[in-house]
């Protein structure tokens, strides 16, 4: 079985995944953003019975989310601060992994048929989404967990 590893920045966390991920999201949240310090998040999605931790125990920080009330679960290496991985309370058997914590983050597809694009309405100027894939305004689903229909793009949208 062939195996995909990452870790945190320090090397005392380290994980691997044994499967390619169901699903890709782009998400442009204000968690994800602060989370990442960034634009927003490239997270792909896995199995929880997909993934494992192989050295050390990452500590968590519960994030009660605004839309849903339920848990974000945030891990993250005590010793150097790095974020590895989310689990949710909404959704028991996912794990999102922050891509940039890959030994090779660019080892998995990001393409139209398994990646989607999620809260547009709260990204920053400048960004870019590219034309075929599934978009979102907010997220993809209600609270109930009823899918929301994706608006898929014709051509590049950039975010003024």
């Known amino acids: ?9 320090c ?12 699903w890709v999201t782009a998400c442009f949240c204000h968690f994800c953003q602060r989370a990442t ?3 927003g998040m ?18 968590c920080y519960t994030h009660v989310s605004a839309g849903s009330g339920k848990g974000v679960f945030v891990h993250f290496c005590e010793n150097c601060g790095t974020k590895t991985h989310l ?5 028991p058997d996912r794990l999102g992994i922050y891509s940039g914590t890959f030994d090779d983050p660019g080892w998995f597809e990001f393409s139209p048929e398994n ?5 547009l309405d709260s990204a920053v100027r400048g960004t870019l989404v590219p ?13 109930d967990g009823t899918p929301i229909e994706p608006e898929v793009l014709d051509a590049v949208l950039h975010l003024r």
């Not at 090397?11 to 169901?22: C, F, K, M, N």
């Not at 689990?87 to 959704?91: A, G, L, S, V």
């Not at 034309?131 to 609270?143: D, F, Q």
């Open 1 to 9: 079985m062939a195996f995909h590893e990452g870790g945190c920045l």
């Open 11 to 22: 090397g005392a966390v380290r994980y691997r995944v044994s499967t390619d991920p169901l």
């Open 37 to 39: 310090g960034a634009m």
């Open 42 to 59: 490239v997270e792909p999605i896995f199995d929880v019975a997909a993934f494992d931790i192989s050295e050390g125990a990452p500590r």
């Open 87 to 91: 689990t949710f309370e909404r959704w």
């Open 115 to 119: 990646s989607k694009f999620i809260f």
């Open 131 to 143: 034309p075929g894939y599934k978009t979102y305004r907010e997220h993809a689903a209600t609270n």
